[in-house]
T-cell receptor
């Protein structure tokens, strides 16, 4: 069964540094998403992306965040100047356009900010 | 406002006993409902989903859930719990056709021998 793949599985970064989290969605999917889960808390929506533009974003997704689909297969989340509170598990997801199809989640990237 | 409430932060059941995890939702349109399971440090695995039709849906690992529109609930059940079921369970709404998924806070299941 096709999967959403995320790299790296664990990223350690110094505070203030830029970090890019990478995702390869399922090939025929058209919607792409990023979610965040701070340790011990619930999974929170960050942003959705469709047709090469952001379709929805949460209040968490401020100017330090950006997303990009640089080619036909990758979907990236960039955090420009990381803060300690950015430490979390970041999940990528993708879905087909049809309304009766669920999102498929990757295994996540654990981001640790030192 | 769209939201999902899981009233139980954690539940402990004996192995072999039945399980019911509660979930209530608030959603403006016809909801798409999901249950996910997450083992420590792992990703989210979809247990089951409800989009329409039969209100009792079957999922993987012997789980089932019942959609009750009048109660805005989507409770997860399993008739006999195994030790390997110990994990965090998330109820979620939305998340289809381009709509974001809204997760509940999760219920951590402990299984005792």
């Amino acid at each position: 069964e096709p999967e959403v793949t995320q790299t790296p599985s664990h990223q350690v970064t110094q505070m203030g540094q830029e970090v890019i989290l990478r995702c390869v969605p399922i090939s025929n999917h058209l919607y792409f998403y990023w979610y965040r889960q701070i340790l011990g808390q619930k999974v929170e929506f960050l942003v959705s992306f469709y047709n090469n533009e952001i379709s929805e974003k949460s209040e968490i997704f401020d100017d330090q965040f950006s997303v990009e689909r640089p080619d036909g297969s990758n979907f990236t989340l960039k955090i420009r100047s990381t803060k300690l509170e950015d430490s979390a598990m970041y999940f990528c997801a993708s879905s087909e356009q049809a309304r009766n199809q669920p999102q498929h989640f990757g295994d996540g990237t654990r981001l640790s900010i030192l | 406002a769209q939201s999902v409430t899981q009233p139980d932060i954690h539940i402990t059941v004996s192995e072999g006993a039945s399980l019911e995890l509660r979930c209530n939702y608030s959603y403006g349109a016809t909801p798409y409902l999901f249950w996910y399971v997450q083992s420590p440090g792992q990703g989210l695995q979809l247990l089951l989903k409800y989009f329409s039709g039969d209100t009792l849906v079957q999922g993987i690992k012997g789980f089932e859930a019942e959609f009750k529109r009048s109660q805005s609930s989507f409770n997860l059940r399993k008739p006999s719990v195994h030790w390997s079921d110990a994990a965090e369970y998330f109820c979620a709404v939305g998340g289809a056709g381009g709509f974001k998924t809204i997760f509940g806070a999760g219920t951590r299941l402990f299984v005792k021998a």
